[in-house]
């Protein structure tokens, strides 16, 4: 994996009033679970937190990055209230820090609401490419090819100078211009979902599309009764056509039914789960609030045991659930604690040498991990 998110930081965003920083990209040097370490990044995660303490907001403030930047979903909804209520500035600021081929890219901007920008700037490789300032609409674009656009890009529109640069400009083939094109792909294919609510999601893709057809257009039931079968949900599957759409059907001895007629809400959640499963391999950077909130345990482990499996994306997760906070499924630079408005792994939390035998649960209930 070439392509990462090192570090994100906003600050007045929502809940977050003062800075706040998610750093994966200063992983320890642990012996076991190495492989979900990649570019010297975090690449699997699981964060932590009691209830309001911001791991929504923290996926939010992850995905605004896609509000602008991108024609992709956008859960517009939920940015209102956009900034910290209490806060003393009159925009929320965040910076993003990515690594691609070992080339860094840093990209800043500041925001009053989700859909009005302050200003923006892009890095690469400590030189300032893009930046723009939209209240004294002034700015500039140094990427080779994108030259001309230098006039137009003083102007009064609203839209992202980064956005404009990449939709009106025919950049010339040099390492710099690759590095920014690979920031725009990594944006495009960032994607965030909630564990039970269908349209509840945004980045990666567009609209709506039913669980069921995605399942069955992907050649994929067969492979998702085994999924079920392997979490001790027994259903003999098929996939048809009814009312013109295509459908996951069950066979029973007197009649065939519909799978989410009969579907638990657990089975539905893992139903929902499972169609994006299928498609975040494509995915740069996924965030999954509560992922696990209809599951038991043994189900929760073993979702995030495919999780765990998928190569070249950076996964994180959202629960309460403390029994997966094992060295068994991932490390302690792995799981990540959000409360007085700062998130850090638990390896940062003791000054005890956490080695793999430990027991991080037991641990983190006793209260050993503290800021």
């Not at 956008?74 to 925009?91: A, E, I, T, V, W």
Request: charge should be negative; aromatic fraction near 14%; hydrophobic fraction near 35%.
């Amino acid at each position: 994996m070439v392509e990462v998110l090192k570090k994100f930081s906003v600050e007045n965003f929502k809940g977050f009033k003062e800075k706040i920083t998610f750093d994966i990209g200063s992983p320890s040097n642990y012996g076991f679970n190495s492989g979900i370490i990649e570019n010297g990044c975090v690449t699997k995660g699981i964060i932590y937190g009691i209830n309001s303490c911001g791991k929504s907001n923290l996926g939010l403030a992850v995905m605004d990055i896609i509000t602008h930047l991108t024609e992709k979903q956008k859960l517009l909804q939920s940015y209102d209230f956009y900034l910290n209520m209490s806060g003393r500035k009159s925009f929320a600021e965040f910076e993003y820090v990515f690594s691609f081929d070992e080339h860094e890219v840093i990209y800043r901007y500041k925001k009053t609401d989700v859909s009005t920008l302050q200003d923006e700037s892009l890095s690469i490789d400590d030189r300032e490419v893009i930046y723009y300032d939209f209240v004294k609409k002034e700015g500039f674009t140094l990427l080779e090819g994108s030259d001309t656009l230098n006039a137009a890009i003083v102007s009064e529109s609203p839209i992202s100078r980064v956005k404009y640069v990449n939709s009106n400009s025919i950049l010339l083939d040099n390492t710099e211009n690759q590095v920014f094109q690979k920031f725009i792909d990594f944006v495009n294919r960032m994607l965030l979902f909630y564990s039970l609510d269908s349209r509840g999601y945004e980045g990666f893709t567009n609209g709506t599309h039913g669980i069921s057809e995605e399942i069955v257009n992907s050649g994929m039931v067969e492979d998702f009764q085994e999924f079920l079968k392997e979490n001790d949900i027994i259903y003999d599957l098929y996939g048809c056509e009814a009312d013109g759409r295509k459908v996951i059907y069950c066979r029973f001895e007197n009649k065939d039914t519909s799978l989410f007629n009969v579907a638990s809400t657990g089975t539905k959640s893992l139903a929902l789960f499972y169609y994006w499963y299928i498609k975040m391999k494509k995915a740069s950077f996924v965030f999954i609030d509560e992922f696990d909130a209809f599951y038991h345990f043994e189900l929760s482990e073993s979702v995030q045991k495919r999780l765990k499996e998928i190569q070249g994306v950076q996964i994180f997760t959202t629960t309460h659930n403390t029994d997966l906070m094992s060295n068994d499924l991932l490390r302690p630079d792995c799981y990540f604690i959000l409360e007085d408005n700062k998130i850090k792994a638990i390896s940062e939390l003791t000054e005890k040498e956490l080695r793999q035998a430990h027991n991080l649960q037991k641990m983190y209930k006793a209260g050993a991990f503290h800021g």
